[in-house]
């Protein structure tokens, strides 16, 4: 006789049971540790797609300013590219600030600027637009228009016009 067939039958009973039990709380135990080991799985992925979202976004230029710059600062960009584009003091004849304007429904605003320039050759237009344009501020030139006025004499460089506006993209949340 075995061991198992000494053992009184109430005995026997509760040993099958007490085995069916933890048999049954082990699997339970194994399919929750494995649920677990599933949702920890996906949280990871998730969280490596939205590092590497992070890390190209952080490679991006930014194209908005964190705010609009104060007219003061905006005067000193302009004369900087002025100083850039080595254009005579009498060129830059119009400063003109526009009303700032909501992109739709965003919290974007842009905030334009018409510039005005007389007697200066292409390439000087060419290189204020450039200096003027910073993207990684929200600083573009938005339109750029240009007009030969003619003249009188046809000694020396062309000489031209041009009509700019400037413009600051900026983050601008919406007041309630």
Not at 1 to 16: D, E, G, K, N, V
């Amino acid at each position: 006789m075995t061991w198992f067939t000494q053992m009184s039958l109430t005995t026997r009973i509760a040993s099958i049971a007490a085995l069916i039990i933890a048999g049954i709380w082990s699997f339970v135990e194994y399919r929750a540790s494995a649920e677990q080991v599933e949702l920890a799985s996906a949280d990871l992925a998730e969280c490596q797609r939205l590092s590497a979202d992070i890390k190209q976004m952080k490679s991006l230029p930014t194209f908005a300013a964190l705010e609009a710059d104060s007219p003061r600062r905006t005067a000193e960009r302009i004369e900087s590219a002025v100083d850039q584009a080595a254009l005579p003091e009498t060129a830059l004849v119009r400063i003109q600030p526009q009303s700032p304007y909501r992109i739709g429904n965003s919290t974007y605003r842009i905030w334009p600027t018409r510039l005005e320039l007389k007697q200066v050759t292409l390439a000087q237009i060419t290189a204020f637009a450039h200096a003027l344009s910073h993207a990684d501020e929200g600083l573009a030139v938005r339109d750029l228009r240009v007009w030969y006025p003619g003249r009188e004499d046809d000694k020396g460089p062309e000489i031209w016009s041009a009509e700019i506006t400037l413009t600051q993209l900026a983050f601008s949340p919406k007041t309630r």
